[in-house]
Every structure is written in C-alpha cells, then in structure tokens.
C-alpha cells in the first residue's frame, strides 16, 4: 500500500502527517521529496532494492488513473 505523507518537524523532532488526497493547482506542479511531501510503501509485498522500480498507481479526482514507475532510492538525510 502506498501512502502520501507530509514530514513536518516541530523542533528537534520529525513526524509524518498522513494525506488523504494531495491538491495539485491548476497549471501548477507539487514536487514529491524525501523529507518533504512523499510517498511512503507500508509493508511491501516484495523487498524494495536500491535503483530498482516499483509501479504506483495514482487516482485523481477525476476518476482516471495513471501508472507510474518510480525509482527505488535510499532515503540519505
Ligand atoms: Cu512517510
């Protein structure tokens, strides 16, 4: 299962905000990065290996949805 999270941090401490739904602008773009907002797999089916991709389907509010491959890459602070 993929979940989209929003890191937020309040002080010296990280924490992660689940998202129901990401609002992206019309003619706009919303970036997807570590330590920001990201896609985060809970208990993935096969291991997730370095450089590799694994495919996220993404629904929109329009009822179509699109697959995407996506590189696996290690989260580095
Ligand atoms: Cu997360």
Same mark, same amino acid.
Request: net charge negative; charged share 10%; no cysteine.
């Given at each position: 299962?993929?979940?989209l999270h929003q890191t937020r941090k309040?002080?010296?401490? $990280?924490?992660?905000d689940h998202l129901d739904?990401?609002?992206v602008p019309a003619q706009?773009?919303? +970036?997807?990065t570590p330590?920001?907002?990201?896609i985060m797999l809970m208990k993935p089916a096969q291991e997730? $290996?370095?450089d590799s991709e694994v495919k996220i389907?993404?629904?929109?509010?329009?009822?179509?949805? +699109?697959?995407?491959?996506?590189?696996v890459k290690k989260n580095e602070p």
């Open positions: 299962m993929a979940m309040h002080g010296d401490k $990280v924490s992660m739904l990401l609002a706009a773009s919303v +970036q997807l330590g920001g907002l990201h997730l $290996v370095i389907t993404f629904s929109f509010s329009d009822g179509t949805t +699109q697959h995407i491959n996506l590189s």
